[in-house]
């Protein structure tokens, strides 16, 4: 398996941090996003690691990452990047896509090359720990996560009305079968341009508008639940919450960084 880690966004909810370096580089515990990233994707036995770059790329292949550049990043969104490394969904073999504000235990991406659906996604169980850590209305930053009796998502990234709409949530961690790799490809290419996707064109889609899409058109996309042991760094606030927490010695409660 390879990995694609997703890292073309300003991140402009983490300034000042990112006036100089992109979202994933900022340093969390002392060390950069992406760093945490690459140590727990070799842990699982990933090495093949590449980054679609867009804002201040240059920090990042300076690093000497492997990368692919997203010239678009300005006006474009998640699914529009990855599009920018299609020649790594070329079927040859299974691919792992990671945002790149993301630190998470070795373990998700374990269960992720185990699963054996053409796509899988981590699903947090325990989400509402985190949210709850993060803000004060968990509900309002939330997505509609629902889960059927086959293991199989059939509804995410909508605004929940209630708690009842929430199964877990989508973490940002997709795995792409080797053999639907070529599919997931021609299912975008085939989408209109111009056409309307939870409002938005396909440049600027979100990644879960994607997967909708696929699941009611294309094909099954799976549930791998896990329960913790990951940290969405989306804002100052974020940051400055697991920083307390690691000078303290409790973030381990939530993620245990360079562990599984």
Known sequence: MQAIVLAAGEGTRLRPYTLDRPKCLVPLAGRPLLDW????L?????????VVTGYRAEAI???GYATVHNPRYQSTNMVASLMCARELLDGSSDVVVCYGDLVYESRHIEVLAASDAAVAITVDRLWRRLWDLRMEDP?????????DANGNVTE?????RSFAEIEGQYMGLIRISAGFAGQFVRTYDSLDPQGSYDGRDRDGMYMTAFLQLLIDRVTPVAA????GGWLEVDSTDDLDTYERLAATGELDRYCVLGGG
């Open 42 to 50: 070799r842990r699982a036995g990933v090495s093949d690691m590449t």
């Open 61 to 63: 292949t300076e690093r």
């Open 37 to 40: 990233q690459a140590d727990a």
């Open 224 to 227: 791998v639940p896990v329960d």
């Open 156 to 160: 995410l990234g909508r605004k929940p």
């Open 139 to 147: 509900l309002r930053d939330a997505e509609t996560l629902r889960i």
